[in-house]
């Protein structure tokens, strides 16, 4: 069965100050990796897709990564309107499903 | 471009009633599939249309339903509902179908009472 498990469950940063969180998954077959960011009362919001081991994506502070067991998402020098949830998902080849982690709770204070 | 639009955004509904939400995906978009959303079970998947057909199905019991409309518009059904069907329904659209990046709505926010 597909898994994917997310940690830590809630991070606490200062802005400014950089830290990663991360992404265990299991699959059987991977076509995709994916993170979404979620804000409170909102549906997620795409952020990256990875399809291979050693691809690395980036966006504004945000570089996600992945290897053959786990992705990680990098936070570099946070602001506070980077607070969200952000949730890890995996995706089998030739299905449409996606698989969430429970994610990570980001709250960065000024 | 315009993105995913759900309707109604919120629901309070009596236990054993029924329910129908909506879901528009993008213009040009012809695979919807929708997801349930709680605390304690986080995202999970229901269900996938794609061309009026149902693609796959998550492990949710007969009483929940949708359908897929020719304008890809789809909707989603839940018979006599139960206290735990309360949650956030998400609906994601993509452009194919079989792998692909899924934009959400903002949900339906339903409440059983």
């Known amino acids: 069965e597909d898994q994917v498990t997310q940690s830590p469950e809630a991070l606490r940063l200062q802005e400014g100050e950089s830290s990663s969180l991360n992404c265990s998954y299991t699959?059987?077959?991977?076509?995709?990796l994916f993170w979404y960011r979620q804000d409170p009362g909102k549906g997620p919001e795409f952020l990256f897709t990875l399809y291979s081991a050693g691809e690395e994506k980036e966006k504004e502070r945000l570089k996600a990564t992945l290897t053959k067991k786990e992705s990680f998402l990098h936070i570099t020098a946070p602001k506070p309107e980077d607070s969200a949830t952000y949730l890890c998902a995996v995706q089998a080849t030739g299905f449409q499903k996606l698989v969430f982690g429970t994610g990570t709770r980001l709250l960065v204070s000024p | 471009k315009a993105g995913v639009t759900q309707t109604p955004r919120y629901l309070i509904k009596t236990r054993g009633q029924q329910v129908t939400l909506s879901c528009s995906p993008i213009?040009?978009?012809?695979?919807v599939s929708w997801y349930q959303q709680t605390p304690g079970q986080g995202l999970q998947f229901l269900f996938e249309y794609f061309s009026e057909t149902q693609r796959n199905k998550g492990n949710f019991p007969g009483r929940f339903s949708g359908r897929q409309f020719s304008n890809s518009r789809s909707e989603m059904n839940v018979s006599t509902l139960e206290l735990g069907d309360s949650a956030l329904y998400l609906c994601?659209?993509?452009?194919?179908?079989?792998?692909?990046?899924?934009?959400f709505g903002p949900g339906t926010r339903l409440t059983v009472t």
């Open positions: 213009s040009g978009h012809r695979s």
């Open positions: 994601a659209s993509s452009p194919r179908t079989g792998g692909n990046e899924q934009y």
């Open positions: 699959v059987s077959g991977l076509r995709g």
